[in-house]
T-cell receptor, first 113, second 113 residues
C-alpha cells in the first residue's frame, strides 16, 4: 500500500479484556516498529522487527504485551488483561533503512474503561 | 533527568514569523537526529534527518545539531498556518540499536493567519 495502515483506528475496551491491534506496513519495508504515545508523553519504543531476525522486545512494558510479525508482512500487537494505564495511541511504523526515517501509521487510539 | 528534553509549549506565532524549536539531550552516544511533524490524530511524519553535527536545510526548514552542547534546533522560516502541528525531536545512537528512537514530548505550534 501507499502508507502504513493500522486498524482499528479507535478501540474502547473494558478493563481486563484482551485487545489485538493490527499494522500493515509499506510493501518492501523490512523493518517494523511499534511505539506507544501516552497523553503528554513522548513516544515510547515497544518492539522492533527486522526481516526474519529475532525481534527486539526490550520496550514491552510487561508480559501482558506481545507482538508477532510473519516475514515482512502484517504485524499484530496484543495486550492481554488490559489496564487503564494501557490507554494510549499505539503507533506502528516501517522503514527500509534508518537514513530514510520511519513512516508512521495514524495509530490506534486505545481507551480502557 | 530525561534523555531528551523538549519544551512542550504551546507556542503561538503570527503567519510569516520565524519559529525556533529546540531539544536538549543527555546521551552523548546519540548520533542520528530527526524532526517529525504530527498533526492532530495523525502519525508523525519525518521532516528532517541529520547525522552527527552540522546544519541541514530543506525549503523553509533548517535543522541544526550542536553535539558539543547536546542541543538540536529546527527553524521554520515564513511560517504558515499549515505548519500548525506538534513538532517532535527524535534521536538514536549509532551501532546495533540505531533503529531505537528516543523522542521528546513534542512542542505544540500554532501559526495564526
Amino acid at each position: 500500500g501507499a502508507g502504513v495502515s493500522q486498524s482499528p483506528s479507535n478501540k474502547v475496551t473494558e478493563k481486563g479484556k484482551d485487545v489485538e491491534l493490527r499494522c500493515d506496513p509499506i510493501s518492501g519495508h523490512t523493518a517494523l516498529y511499534w511505539y506507544r504515545q501516552r497523553l503528554g508523553q513522548g513516544l515510547e519504543f515497544l518492539i522492533y522487527f527486522q526481516g526474519n531476525s529475532a525481534p527486539d522486545k526490550s520496550g514491552l512494558p510487561s508480559d501482558r504485551f506481545s507482538a508477532e510479525r510473519t516475514g515482512e508482512s502484517v504485524s499484530t500487537l496484543t495486550i492481554q488483561r488490559t489496564q487503564q494505564e494501557d490507554s494510549a495511541v499505539y503507533l506502528c511504523a516501517s522503514s527500509s533503512r534508518l537514513s530514510s526515517g520511519y513512516t508512521f501509521g495514524s495509530g490506534t487510539r486505545l481507551t480502557v474503561v | 533527568q530525561k534523555e531528551v528534553e523538549q519544551d512542550p509549549g504551546p507556542l503561538s506565532v503570527p503567519e510569516g514569523a520565524i519559529v525556533s524549536l529546540n531539544c536538549t539531550y543527555s546521551n552523548s552516544a546519540f548520533q542520528y537526529f530527526m524532526w517529525y511533524r504530527q498533526y492532530s490524530r495523525k502519525g508523525p511524519e519525518l521532516l528532517m534527518y541529520t547525522y552527527s553535527s552540522g546544519n541541514k536545510e530543506d525549503g523553509r526548514f533548517t535543522a541544526q545539531v550542536d553535539k558539543s552542547s547536546k542541543y538540536i534546533s529546527l527553524f521554520i522560516r515564513d511560517s504558515q498556518p499549515s505548519d500548525s502541528a506538534t513538532y517532535l525531536c527524535a534521536m538514536s545512537a549509532s551501532g546495533g540499536s540505531n533503529y531505537k528512537l528516543t523522542f521528546g514530548k513534542g512542542t505544540l505550534l500554532t501559526v495564526n493567519p
